[in-house]
């Protein structure tokens, strides 16, 4: 309850009059775009009536010329919104003690060979990475992006989405580390037969012992045989998980964890029920829930974080 009522803090204070400013200009651009459309249907009555060949081609180029500058106006607002926000809410997590200094990227993200290192997921068609976010929890590095993962239906001509939320990469830069963990979420036990499998390829099987009851009611867990299961995946840290896992739950959000360990890198993928941040010409965009929903998803995932390299 302190950190959420510091953070409503730091959004009075910083976020806010932001946003009130990024609103300002969403109605402005709004207004222009509004006045524009009547204005261009007049020029074509106008034009309708008229007639002349000469006209028509004389007027295509200040009209060409002035949707140009109307498109270039909504590409730079749309460029900026998430960049100004999430630049805040990284400045009010970085304060930390815990965290080192983040930095923000709109157009960067977490490579293909490291996403499919993690085994979580094992094939995919369509790859589409953003907003990167890299610092360090303690003494772990990490990356941290948005994706987009798609891969052809065996069954539709269409793409279906594989995952679709925010990854984390984290390397813990221990040489003693060996072996693989991986946790899958039951719930999605039948769209994960081929990570299982995949896993199996490098010799993970199903484990059970010295995993919670109530973990196991949520996770499917495997491991390679010689990874220190008892000491990577404590009885804290699985605690850890499910607190992590409640916290959403209760506020009636449909969102899973994966988590996997491979030698020594993390990897952690949350799927995302809605989109966050992301502004539009047509809606209000000074919102303090969604501000607070995107700042929870990633605090909730640096806060795995930090538990594992506390524990470990």
């Known amino acids: 309850m302190r950190v959420y009522h510091d953070f409503r803090i730091f959004y009075n204070q ?6 009130l400013n990024l609103e300002q200009r969403r109605r402005r651009l709004v207004r222009l775009l509004s006045l524009s459309a009547f204005l261009l249907t007049g020029v074509l009555i106008v034009q309708s009536y008229v007639q002349i060949l000469v006209v028509t081609l004389l007027l295509l180029i200040p009209v060409g010329l002035w949707i140009a500058y109307l498109g270039f106006r909504v590409q730079v607002y749309f460029q900026e919104f998430k960049p ?42 369509e790859y589409v990475a953003e907003d990167l976010i890299t610092g360090q929890v303690r ?11 798609r ?12 995952f679709r939320g925010v990854f984390l990469y984290g390397d813990f830069r221990r ?29 993970g099987r199903r484990v059970r012992n010295h995993l919670l009851p109530e973990f196991e009611t949520f996770f499917d867990t495997y491991a390679t045989p010689n990874v220190r299961l008892r000491e990577i995946l404590s009885e804290d840290l699985q605690r850890a998980i499910l607190r992590f896992r409640q916290r959403f739950q209760e506020a009636n959000r449909d969102k899973e964890i994966y988590l996997s360990i491979i ?10 029920d809605k989109d966050l941040l992301e502004p539009s010409l047509f809606r209000n965009t000074v919102s303090f829930e969604v501000v607070r929903e995107f700042y ?12 594992m390299d506390v524990l470990n």
Do not use: W
Request: with cysteine.
């Open 139 to 149: 003494e772990m590095p990490f990356e941290l992006c948005e994706l987009q993962v």
């Open 263 to 272: 030698g020594d890198k993390l990897y952690i993928a949350l799927t995302q």
């Open 296 to 307: 929870e998803d990633i605090n909730l995932l640096l806060e795995i974080v930090h538990e």
């Open 84 to 125: 100004r926000v999430v630049g805040l809410i990284l400045d009010f997590i970085d304060n930390d003690i815990n965290y080192g200094s983040f930095q923000y990227d709109a157009k960067g993200g977490i490579s293909k060979d490291k996403f499919l290192s993690s085994k979580i997921f094992t094939h995919l068609d």
């Open 151 to 162: 891969e052809f239906s065996d069954v539709r001509t269409r793409l279906d989405y594989v």
């Open 175 to 203: 040489v003693d580390m060996q072996g693989g963990i991986l946790l899958l979420p039951d719930a999605y036990r039948k769209y994960l037969s081929r990570s299982e499998r995949a896993f199996h390829l490098i010799g």
């Open 14 to 19: 910083n976020i806010h009059p932001e946003l």
